[in-house]
């Protein structure tokens, strides 16, 4: 029935965040059109989790070592945002973007669909 995911990262400076993505990240990508890159992704999984509060959607990167993961990035000089911090659910840390943002990156330590 379905064939993928598409995330969306929305942000004011989307060049920098694009060249970022393809250059630092070295994410392939193709043209969707009018200069628009849709980036390849590894595999993904969804996770559904309760709240009380507002709806939100989250976007995080996996890793299959993040101590070695974030030496790669800040070798090209990727600011890690604080510490790596055990989550229980995986070792947990945040790179920043180019826009200033933060985005989420993790080892997990729970079982992965499809690995």
């Known amino acids: 029935m379905l064939t993928g995911l598409h995330a969306i990262v929305f942000s004011p400076d989307a060049a920098r965040v694009r060249e970022f993505f393809a250059d630092v990240l070295e994410l392939d990508s193709v043209d969707a059109g009018g200069g628009w890159p849709i980036y390849a992704m590894p595999p993904a999984e969804l996770a559904v989790h309760p709240t009380d509060g507002p709806t939100s959607h989250g976007l995080y990167l996996m890793c299959d070592d993040?101590?070695?993961?974030?030496?790669?990035?800040?070798?090209?000089?990727?600011?890690?945002?604080?510490?790596?911090?055990?989550?229980?659910w995986g070792l947990l840390a945040a790179i920043r973007l180019p826009d200033g943002s933060e985005l989420p990156i993790y080892e997990p330590r729970h079982p992965t669909p499809g690995r």
């Open 66 to 88: 993040i101590e070695r993961t974030l030496a790669t990035l800040r070798a090209k000089d990727v600011e890690v945002v604080g510490e790596v911090r055990d989550a229980g």
